[in-house]
């Protein structure tokens, strides 16, 4: 049995199977085939190319066994003459003329060790939406592995692939807002599957009746869908804020987010009234080297009258430093405490959820797109957009806690919580006892 008796692409699936991009989404709304696509492709270029080495994986390797390697692992069945070996352990398939797919998770330490460790031609990413943007660039790193062309001459093609449902952060800003040489975007619609079930998109109506959200996203493919839903600040608006040409002219200050842990970011960042005119991001340095960095910051913007350091956990060593090395300069130094009270007390669980929701989103929810400029890195912009806010039994705003953000699988946001160093307001006092609510 050949691939073609087993797998008949849809039309949409075959405009992203003939897309000669690189790295290729396929994506939107659910039912639209994305699973299916992506093995396929997979198993495509293994047998069209002898020796290819591919990767299949979701952000946890226990979520892919329960998903994805279903529909992997019923087509491998469906086309068992070709295959040589399945050790489901290692998570391996190997095929008779050479070739070999590999699959399990791509968001952890251990995946990512596992990956480095690999030369591929080819690499898939389910649910991509799932994963960081890291994941994808690790993996493309490995695209290297050097094979003989196809049986007809053609030589191999590298391949990433993506699929996903429409959710705000970095698929978006990589392949539905920006023009990146060598990717591409394939929309997948329920209507364009002639194998669901005659009912499958109405029953979904139906079901999504009272959440118009969930319609425009799952059903239709919008991209724009939960732009603002329950997101502190919406994608539109960061976007926007990227955008914005202001004039860099009035009070200015530096503001530093320190990492706690290994793989966090130090940021340190600077703007001159509404504009962040630079940003810089280091990981695993010691108290002593941020300091040191939040000094040459200064030295660079020496009309610099605030400096807002994160002052929980080890930024307090980071502030006392600071302040030592600058005590007889025009500069006021402050700790900010992100678990701190707020001043409004009513409305606001903490100083964070105060500033995020209330002082920093209000300068992007601003209609005339006069009050902030941010510069246009991926990083920050997914870390604004990704965050989401509940309301408290007392009324009250609170921003999603970091372990929960790290339960959704997303890193630390430190460039956004240096943005809101950089941006408290109101100002912190102008003296050294910090910032408190």
């Known amino acids: ?19 000669a991009a690189r790295y290729k989404l396929y994506g939107g709304a659910m039912g639209g085939g994305k699973s299916v696509w992506l093995c396929n492709s997979a198993l495509r270029a293994c047998l069209r190319w002898p020796g290819s080495r591919w990767y299949l994986g979701r952000r946890e ?8 390697y279903l529909t992997l692992d019923k087509y491998a069945g469906e086309l068992a003459p070709i295959f040589a070996s399945h050790n489901l352990t290692d998570g391996l398939y190997r095929l008779n003329n050479g070739s070999s797919i590999w699959y399990g998770g791509v968001g952890s330490a251990e995946d990512r060790e596992k990956i480095k460790s690999m030369e591929l031609t080819g ?11 890291d994941s994808f660039l690790m993996l493309a790193t490995r695209l290297r592995l050097k094979i003989p062309p196809s049986t007809d001459g053609v030589p191999c093609r590298f391949q990433g692939l993506l699929a996903s449902n429409p959710e705000p952060g970095w698929l978006r800003s990589r392949f539905i807002d920006a023009v990146l040489p060598d990717h591409s975007f394939t929309p997948a619609l329920p209507r364009d599957n002639p194998h669901l ?8 109506r139906e079901l999504f009746g009272g959440t118009p959200a969930w319609t425009r996203a799952y059903l239709e493919g919008d991209w724009d869908a939960f732009s603002g839903v329950k997101n502190v600040i919406a994608y539109k608006d960061v976007v926007a804020a990227e955008l914005a040409e202001l004039e860099a002219k009035g009070d200015e200050a530096i503001g530093c987010d320190v990492a706690r842990f290994g793989d966090d970011e130090t940021c340190i960042g600077h703007r001159t009234g ?25 030295r660079n913007y020496p009309r610099t009258r ?21 005590k007889d300069l025009p500069v006021k130094v402050n700790g900010v405490h992100f678990g701190g009270e707020p001043r409004d007390k009513e409305h606001y669980a903490d100083w964070a959820s105060e500033q995020l929701s209330g002082a920093l989103g209000s300068r992007f929810r601003d209609p005339n797109r006069q009050s902030i400029q941010i510069p246009a890195d991926k990083k920050l912009r997914a870390q604004l957009t990704a965050r989401l806010y509940e309301m408290t039994d007392r009324g009250q705003i609170k921003i999603e806690s970091k372990k929960k953000m790290k339960a959704r699988g997303l890193k630390s946001p430190d460039r956004a919580d240096m943005l809101m160093c950089l941006f408290a307001t109101p100002a912190p006092a102008a003296v050294s006892t910090g910032v408190q609510g």
Do not use: W
Request: hydrophobic residues 30%; aromatic residues 6%.
């Open 274 to 298: 509404p504009v962040c005119d630079h940003l810089e991001a280091h990981c695993k340095e010691d108290t002593t080297e941020t300091a040191g960095r939040v000094v040459a910051c200064y």
């Open 123 to 133: 690499f898939g990413i389910d649910e991509a939406s799932e994963a960081e943007e």
């Open 61 to 68: 390797a226990k979520t892919f066994r329960r998903t994805t």
């Open 1 to 19: 049995m050949d691939l073609e008796s087993s797998y008949e692409p849809t039309p949409r699936q075959l405009i992203a199977h003939r897309s």
């Open 306 to 326: 605030q400096i807002n350091i994160d002052d929980d956990g080890v930024g307090g060593g980071v502030v006392d430093m600071v302040r030592r090395t600058l």
């Open 197 to 204: 079930p005659s009912d499958y998109e109405s029953g979904l």
